[in-house]
């Protein structure tokens, strides 16, 4: 009489190089993941172009920008409160005063990123800025 | 003659629930890392705390603070960009052109690429900033 040893189950396919695989993706993802917050300033609008602008301004604020960086309104230098202030209390006069913006091509982006983010918390509704061109 | 069942052998730890969750992370992970060009050269952009949220596409100009450029994270001198720019416009006429300026960035080198867009036909241009003050 010959005994057979009984057959032993087979292997089911092996999980575990799936695993290791898979945390290996997961710790790659998890290092090489930047969070970068950004957002965003619309600096031309597909508006901007159209004819026929919604309200005509009725006021105009200059704001010159230095190279150093410090706004200038009629000849006053002014900190970042006082531009708010200032911003905010022509705005509450008429809320369609036009903001203009000149800044010196030595401003940095900053300085004037500044200055329209005052301008849009003042909630200026008609904001632009002026570049100025030499001719050829 | 009494008869024991014989003991189970104890269950092994299940490592379904394990897979499920390293799965879950993996595909977390990959979806909300967005891959982008990033610029051959060093940008932090402007702090403001009224900046709304970026939408994904478009095509990203990287301003350095001494005033060089990238496109989509190459290399683009300044003489090229228009050509470049009207053949991404040809291919798509709606398509955003972000401004990725460095906060030091001195505007002369800024304003000008924004009116020229302006006259390539583009009518998304967006200027990048960051709520962090820190960068």
Known sequence: MILKRAS????????????????????????????LNLDMIPALRASDG????????TDTVMIRLGADGVPVIRGRPLSGSELDSLLRSTIAADPLTQVLILPSGAASTQALI????????????????????VQP | MKLTRPARAAQSETIIALIDVV?????????IGRMDATAPFEVTPPHAETGRDMPAGGITLA?????????DGDDM?????????????????????????????????VLPLVSRAQQLGFRDVVLVVTPETGG
């Open chain 1, 50 to 57: 159209a004819t026929g602008p919604a309200a005509t301004p």
């Open chain 1, 8 to 35: 032993r189950p087979r292997a089911l396919i092996s999980l575990v190089p799936m695993i290791d695989v898979m945390l290996i993706l997961l710790v790659f993802f998890m290092v090489t993941s930047t969070y």
């Open chain 2, 23 to 31: 799965f879950f992370l993996l595909i977390f992970f990959m979806l």
């Open chain 2, 77 to 109: 001198r300044p003489e090229d960009l228009p050509d470049v720019l009207s053949e991404h416009l040809q291919d798509n006429p709606d398509l955003r052109l972000r401004i990725n300026a460095h906060r030091a960035a001195e505007l002369r080198n």
């Open chain 1, 114 to 133: 500044s200055v329209m983010d005052k301008a849009a918390q003042a909630d200026v509704q008609q904001l632009r800025v002026l570049r100025l061109e």
């Open chain 2, 63 to 71: 301003i350095s603070a001494k005033g060089a450029l990238a496109l």
